[in-house]
């Protein structure tokens, strides 16, 4: 039967004071808690948040929450962030819920689900060959056809401007950022940043971004 829906889920363990998880899976929250619990955590996650989301839009979502916490994630290649207010965060996923009028939020349901939780091996595999195919791609420039020189403008200042440096950075005023630390600084606030920046063209990044 075709998957119609995926889960995007905030994960915290006592033994990473700190740090959440923050991913996405179209398998059950059963064999994906299964998998990270076989990877050889001490105890098991609590599952803070979860959202019920149509699989066409579950990578989207899932990368712009990643893009707006790029400069708190832990390691690229991984999807621990450090995020100390949990309930800050919280706030902040339930107001791009109601932005992008994704109402089914089941974080109850899903604790429900845990506590009658078996992890085995078979969940894991099961789940690790769907993961593959599912997991979304890093936010990179040259995913969105983006080369290294280009010029990009600030949407609420034209005259305020940085130019692509590398895959994942930006140079702007003299220093090597990434563009959601850019953002933060004109912004005032943490925030998804392709909204903001646009190429000499007229074209908007978060265009590019929601064509992935």
Request: some cysteine; proline content about 3%; aromatic content about 10%.
């Amino acid at each position: 039967m075709e998957t119609t829906h995926g889960l995007i889920y905030v994960l915290t363990n006592e033994c990473m004071p700190g740090l959440v998880k923050i991913g996405m899976t179209t398998q059950t929250i059963k064999a994906r808690m299964s998998n990270l619990y076989g990877t050889g955590v001490p105890v098991q996650f609590e599952c803070i948040f979860a959202l019920r989301v149509p699989v066409d839009d579950l990578r989207k979502v899932e990368q712009i929450i990643h893009l707006t916490y790029e400069d708190v994630r832990k390691n690229p290649h991984r999807e621990f962030f450090e995020i100390a207010d949990t309930d800050k965060l919280l706030k902040w996923l339930r107001g791009l819920c109601a932005a992008f009028h994704l109402q089914e939020e089941i974080t109850d349901e899903v604790n429900t689900e845990l506590n009658n939780v078996s992890f085995n091996d078979k969940a894991y595999e099961e789940e690790m060959a769907l993961e593959k195919k599912s997991r979304a791609k890093n936010f990179t420039f040259s995913g969105l056809g983006i080369a290294p020189g280009t010029t990009l403008y600030y949407k609420g200042d034209q005259s305020i401007t940085c130019v692509v440096h590398d895959d994942r950075k930006v140079l702007y005023n003299g220093e090597v950022l990434s563009l959601s630390n850019v953002s933060k600084q004109l912004l005032g606030y943490h925030a998804q940043p392709t909204p903001h920046w646009f190429l000499e063209d007229g074209t908007l990044l978060f265009d590019l971004y929601e064509n992935l």
